[in-house]
């Protein structure tokens, strides 16, 4: 049965970048929230330290909480050899980090959409790369997930595999036990597809899922790929919102993988108005479990 997970949009900047909350704040958070585990963030400043991989993870289970994945951001896509093979290498110690942290899944991607990159170039970079790293997640019992990404906070060019045709090719280049998707909805419209085409070329690949949804706060998609090249992380008309409130259709996402036998975790990217809104959003995914898997909700209710 799905089980759901949390993930700290709301406080990327204070974890990664300015130091103004601790790990330890963030999972007092979710410990008040009705969430059976959080996924953790490659880049949290307090990672630097490998002795600090074990406690957290002892700090998440004295809360009730797992840690099921791991979210970074590998790029594979450049066209310097010695680039990609530092990718690889970071990716690596992240798999690492996963382990420690008792997880059971580490993200990949494709890498950034260069306009010097090709297509057939690109998907080979990253085929190349993932399975190297496979290699090293394999024996450590990691199962690497690639998402169909949009763009990473700290990126200046969209995912390389960003729209479902290059997303589903790269998916089918590489058949491993320990390989599957992460699928996110919300991406799939800031390519200008329909979520529920890509769910069903992929949702038996599946394993696990990012919850969010999106909406503009002005103009159009058009007008946000005017901006999005060039520009570190997301344009600022580009905003997460409550879950079920936004452009997915939550109802059909879940029948599909209902119907495709989809157990797994379910990461919540929600919150960035606050807590309350997090709350809100964990409520209607236990709903919409309680409906289409047959639970009773979270309470009894």
């Known amino acids: 049965m799905p089980k759901l997970a949390a993930f700290p949009k709301a406080y990327m900047k204070a974890l990664c970048r300015d ?15 009705q969430i059976e585990g959080v996924e953790w963030y490659a880049g949290f400043l307090e990672n630097d330290e490998v002795a600090n991989w074990a406690k957290f993870r002892n700090s998440a289970r004295e809360r009730g909480l797992e840690i099921p994945m791991l979210c970074c951001s590998p790029d594979f896509t450049h066209p310097d050899p010695e680039f990609r093979s530092a990718e690889i290498d970071k990716e690596k110690r992240w798999i690492d980090m996963a382990a420690e942290l008792g997880a059971q899944f580490c993200r990949v991607l494709s890498g950034q959409r260069r306009p010097e990159v090709s297509r057939k170039a690109g998907l080979q970079y990253a085929k190349d790369a993932i399975v190297e790293c496979l290699e090293h997640a394999q024996p450590r019992g990691i199962t690497l997930i690639i998402e169909n990404h949009y763009k990473d906070d700290f990126w200046d060019f969209p995912e390389f595999a960003q729209h479902m045709d290059i997303f589903c090719e790269l998916v089918e280049m590489i058949e491993h036990p320990f390989f599957g998707v992460n699928y996110d909805p919300s991406n ?11 769910l069903r070329r992929v949702k038996h690949r599946v394993v696990t899922m990012h919850a969010s949804d999106r909406y503009l706060v002005e103009g159009t998609i058009e007008d946000l790929r005017r901006e999005e090249i060039g520009v570190a992380g997301y344009a600022k008309r580009l905003c997460h919102g409550q879950i079920g409130e936004g452009l997915n259709d939550y109802d059909m996402i879940f ?11 379910i990461s919540i990217e929600d919150g960035v108005d606050g807590v309350e809104q997090l709350r809100c959003s964990v409520d209607f995914l236990r709903r919409m479990i309680a409906l289409h898997w047959g639970l009773p909700p979270a309470g009894g209710q």
């Open 19 to 33: 130091g103004g909350m601790l790990v330890e704040d963030w999972l007092d958070i979710a410990a008040g929230l």
């Open 188 to 198: 799939t419209f800031l390519a200008g597809e329909d979520p529920l085409e890509l």
């Open 255 to 265: 029948r599909e993988l209902c119907s495709a036998g989809f157990d797994g975790w």
